[in-house]
């Protein structure tokens, strides 16, 4: 092996590059890079014998050149020497390394997380507005609604959820019962346990458990069950067929999500206000029939008339954004679990926010 200095510096390589001459090789090329040459030859013409260990030597020289911003070029390449470069990407071997990506600006950041959220309410906007023409529109023209899938989902939602609801309600009414006599009697009110139960179990406390116990029981639900049939490509073939998926699978699953909430919160009221009579029966010593008269005096037709618009606009909801995300699955499987989460949490937010403005527009029209 000789080194010839020119211009550009060249180094030629004997006949035999292989793991005997790799050492010697290398030597010879970073003695011409120390002389931070602009372009560099390495002439591979008398090459007759080499192996791999011969070959990563000059891929190894190639990179160290061009870290040092030198020009490499490879001459007399035979064609089993072509072969070998091509099959292990020498461009990429000797390349230097990717640079690390740029950080997004704040702005970006900031477009990414809230990009997916605004598609996400629209896409529930959407949904809405379709099940609303099914219900609505398509049945005066002839299309009718499917009540015995209707009766189907109420006995699926309603009566699965039925006994975490009887106890949620029952603990509720105790706890609210006990919170309240042991304020109450240190100013010998304890008659207005009954108020305060009342009064919470049937404007808030109801349909804001009973809400979030469907979304995270038949929200969760309906979302993955159309997720997995838009990965199993059921949805597809339904539009195939002419069906549209919102008046077939949404408007039953979204019709039964609002009366079951409905008529749970009704249970819910009615066990939870029997929870804190019982409290107040054995612990409070208040009698059966002072309590049940002054519930009657706390509670007014506008609680109920309230309770049951909000049980209903937080049934809809919850099943609207089931729906919604169901239907809007990405992603194979993983997508499916990532719409169930979604679905849980942008239901039970959308209930905080609607039952503030029940509140809200409740406080005003009896001011």
């Not at 008529?263 to 804190?276: K, P, Y």
């Not at 019982?278 to 509670?299: C, P, R, Y």
Request: glycine residues 10%.
């Amino acid at each position: 092996m000789t080194a010839t200095l020119a211009a550009p510096a060249t180094i030629v390589v004997g006949k035999s590059l292989d793991r005997g001459s790799a050492a010697a090789l290398l030597a010879a090329l970073d003695r011409e890079l120390r002389g931070k040459p602009q372009r560099l030859v390495l002439d591979l013409g008398e090459v007759a014998s080499f192996d791999s260990a011969g070959l990563s030597t000059v891929v190894e020289g190639m990179r160290r050149a061009r870290e040092q911003g030198i020009e490499v070029r490879l001459r007399g390449l035979s064609q089993p020497m072509l072969d070998f470069f091509s099959l292990v990407s020498i461009d990429r071997l000797a390349g230097k390394p990717p640079e690390p990506p740029e950080r997004p600006s704040f702005v970006l950041r900031v477009g990414e997380f809230v990009e997916p959220k605004v598609d996400g309410l629209l896409g529930v906007l959407k949904t809405a507005t379709d099940v609303l023409y099914a219900l609505f529109v398509l049945p005066f023209k002839g299309q009718r609604l499917r009540f015995d899938r209707i009766a189907m989902e109420i006995d699926h939602c309603a009566g699965g959820a039925l006994p975490i609801i009887l106890l949620i309600a029952f603990l509720m009414g105790l706890i609210l019962a006990m919170q309240a006599w042991v304020q109450l009697r240190i100013f010998g009110c304890e008659i207005y346990v009954a108020d305060m139960v009342g009064v919470s179990v049937v404007s808030e406390i109801g349909p804001l458990m009973t809400a979030i116990a469907l979304a995270a029981r038949s929200g969760s639900s309906n979302a993955a069950q159309l997720g997995s049939m838009v990965v199993g490509e059921e949805i597809d073939a339904l539009k195939q067929m002419g069906i549209r998926p919102e008046s077939f699978l949404v408007v039953p699953k979204v019709v039964a999500c609002a009366v079951s909430a409905v008529m749970l919160t009704g249970i819910f009221d009615i066990v939870g206000i029997c929870g804190g009579a019982l409290f107040a029966w054995g612990v409070a010593d208040i009698e059966w029939l002072a309590f049940t008269a002054q519930l009657k005096q706390a509670l007014h037709f506008a609680d109920f008339a309230f309770a049951t618009g909000k049980s209903l606009t937080f049934g809809a909801i919850i099943g609207t954004v089931g729906c919604s995300l169901g239907l809007r699955v990405q992603g194979g499987s993983e997508g499916v679990g990532r719409a169930t989460t979604n679905a849980v949490v942008l239901g039970i937010f959308l209930i905080i926010v609607i039952d503030a403005v029940f509140v809200t527009v409740q406080r005003l029209l009896l001011a």
